[in-house]
């Protein structure tokens, strides 16, 4: 089999059992992947390969964006622009329509960002993305001495860009994904292999940080990527590969993956496909609750 149920709720979220399948190969180390439900094609980046590309149902894969100075994690906004965290410039950017660049965030006080790394975007247009120094090591980034002592989880205001640093006592921090009311942000660390939870007041600041639940197992793997699907399940990447969590924060099972899972998201024309981006592949897995479009 390739999945582990933990509790029964599992059978209707995912599934008794999954085929996972791989639409593609052959990269460095693929992550970021986002799916544009409009044009019906999903996004990835190959972090040490340099490049981003994009990927459509009929199999084709074209270069999307190159040099992605080390992109990683990418998010839309309500626009449906391509935000990016990039590691080896230590900046967070925005495609736009025209394919142009431009830089919203570079740095925190007059000290470079560490290697800003998963990024999400909330309705109203703010920008959340946390900062690890993951960026900054051989093969995943740039080697280079980092500025800040700390590694946080900012928001961005898209208007004024405006920066605030809203937690800084993360070891590692990585995953992050919004409630289904956005009253609620998840966070995961991936050194402390745990999640926390914050409530999101109404300045879009964070509050009441504490511990949601840890990711468990005895396989290779860590949290990394993380999002909620259409009825409030978390997914995360964790031992082995996705660790699928309740709302009450129960595990309900972990899918497995042939290789370590970096990331992932839903897609395809129900939202029901989970692709994910796993070492040097990008597979996709059947899923019986769907995700929720990007925007």
């Given at each position: 089999?390739?999945?582990?149920i933990?509790d029964e709720?599992f059978?209707?979220?995912?599934g008794?059992?999954?085929?996972?399948?791989?639409?593609?190969?052959?990269?460095?180390?693929t992550?970021?992947p986002?799916?544009?439900?409009?044009e019906?094609?999903?996004?990835?980046?190959d972090?040490?390969?340099?490049?981003?590309?994009?990927?459509?149902?009929?199999g084709?894969?074209?270069?999307?964006?190159?040099p992605?100075?080390?992109?990683n994690?990418?998010?839309y906004?309500?626009e449906?622009?391509?935000?990016?965290?990039?590691?080896?410039?230590?900046r967070?950017?925005?495609t736009e329509?025209?394919?142009?660049?431009?830089v919203?965030?570079?740095?925190?006080?007059?000290k470079?960002l560490?290697s800003?790394?998963?990024?999400?975007?909330k309705s109203?247009?703010?920008?959340?993305?946390t900062?690890?120094?993951?960026g900054r090591?051989e093969?995943y980034?740039?080697?280079?001495?980092?500025?800040l002592?700390?590694?946080?989880?900012?928001?961005l205001?898209?208007?004024?860009?405006?920066?605030?640093?809203?937690?800084?006592?993360?070891?590692?921090?990585?995953?992050l994904?919004?409630?289904?009311d956005?009253s609620?942000?998840?966070?995961n660390d991936?050194?402390r292999a745990h999640?926390?939870v914050?409530?999101?007041n109404r300045?879009?600041t964070l509050?009441?940080g504490?511990f949601?639940?840890?990711?468990?197992?005895?396989?290779?793997g860590?949290p990394?990527?993380?999002?909620?699907?259409s009825?409030g399940?978390?997914?995360?990447?964790?031992?082995?590969g996705?660790h699928?969590?309740g709302p009450?924060?129960?595990c309900l099972?972990?899918?497995y993956?042939?290789?370590?899972?970096?990331?992932f998201?839903?897609?395809?024309?129900d939202?029901k496909?989970?692709?994910v981006?796993a070492?040097s592949?990008?597979?996709?897995?059947?899923?019986?609750?769907?995700g929720r479009h990007?925007?």
């Amino acid at each position: 089999m390739n999945v582990e149920i933990r509790d029964e709720r599992f059978r209707a979220v995912v599934g008794d059992d999954v085929n996972i399948e791989e639409v593609a190969g052959g990269f460095e180390f693929t992550e970021g992947p986002i799916w544009n439900h409009l044009e019906n094609h999903l996004i990835f980046s190959d972090i040490p390969g340099k490049i981003m590309r994009r990927w459509r149902p009929d199999g084709s894969i074209e270069t999307w964006r190159q040099p992605s100075n080390m992109a990683n994690g990418n998010a839309y906004d309500g626009e449906g622009r391509v935000i990016t965290c990039e590691h080896a410039t230590s900046r967070v950017t925005r495609t736009e329509s025209d394919g142009s660049v431009t830089v919203l965030a570079t740095h925190h006080g007059d000290k470079e960002l560490n290697s800003p790394n998963d990024i999400v975007v909330k309705s109203d247009g703010a920008i959340y993305f946390t900062d690890p120094g993951f960026g900054r090591m051989e093969y995943y980034g740039l080697p280079r001495e980092q500025q800040l002592d700390f590694q946080g989880v900012y928001r961005l205001d898209p208007d004024s860009r405006e920066l605030t640093l809203l937690v800084d006592n993360f070891d590692q921090p990585n995953g992050l994904c919004f409630s289904l009311d956005e009253s609620q942000l998840f966070v995961n660390d991936t050194m402390r292999a745990h999640i926390r939870v914050f409530d999101v007041n109404r300045e879009g600041t964070l509050e009441n940080g504490r511990f949601w639940a840890e990711v468990t197992g005895d396989r290779d793997g860590v949290p990394d990527g993380m999002k909620v699907d259409s009825e409030g399940n978390l997914y995360v990447t964790g031992p082995g590969g996705i660790h699928v969590f309740g709302p009450d924060a129960a595990c309900l099972g972990v899918i497995y993956m042939p290789q370590g899972c970096a990331n992932f998201c839903w897609g395809g024309d129900d939202m029901k496909s989970l692709f994910v981006t796993a070492g040097s592949s990008l597979y996709r897995v059947r899923v019986l609750v769907a995700g929720r479009h990007a925007f």
